[in-house]
């Protein structure tokens, strides 16, 4: 319960590792129900679909035919889609996939402000936070790769390529750009 305490702890609330955290204690089959508890006494949900997203990014990242050589500079990065935003407790929604040569925190707050050119309507009303664990999974990479790969974790995260869609995360709600 410690790692679930120091999640609620945070301003805001770590969500992607209390999400891991229950997730954990499910597969363990040890007290959920703290948890719960702890999740509904703060008003927020868990990502259901976190870790199938996770196990997916893996896959996707060991199959993919990437471009050898020098020029690796742009990253993949996922934003959490919440009804409310970033202003109200979470409560996991959708999920954005886009592609940067920017650190992706820079690309995160362009999304949040209403007057860049370059951000996404979706996330400016709807994005919670990066998902920094599925971040990781995507190394860095040549920009034509980084286009390619997007679009290969769309489609499948849709559901158009193998192994369908992610089960709690309808195909609409898989958004990017």
């Not at 703060?42 to 471009?67: A, Q």
């Amino acid at each position: 319960m410690g790692l679930a305490n120091e999640a609620l702890g945070e301003k805001p609330v770590n969500l992607e590792l209390l999400s891991f955290a229950e997730s954990e204690f499910r597969e363990r089959g040890k007290n959920v129900e703290a948890i719960s508890e702890l999740l509904r006494i703060e008003n927020v949900k868990s990502i259901r679909w976190l870790k199938g997203l996770k196990y997916r990014v893996r896959h996707l990242v060991e199959t993919f035919d990437w471009e050898p050589g020098p020029g690796r500079n742009t990253k993949v990065y996922f934003i959490l889609l919440c009804p409310d935003g970033i202003n109200r407790a979470p409560h996991p929604w959708g999920l954005y996939v886009g592609q940067t040569y920017r650190k992706i925190e820079v690309r995160l707050s362009q999304h949040l402000d209403k007057g860049h050119k370059l951000r996404s309507r979706k996330v400016t009303r709807r994005g919670w936070g990066l998902l920094y664990s599925a971040c990781e999974l995507a190394p860095t990479m040549k920009q034509k790769n980084a286009l390619q790969f997007e679009k290969l974790v769309l489609s499948s995260l849709r559901g158009e390529g193998e192994g369908g869609p992610l089960r709690s995360l309808p195909p609409s709600r898989v958004i990017g750009g």
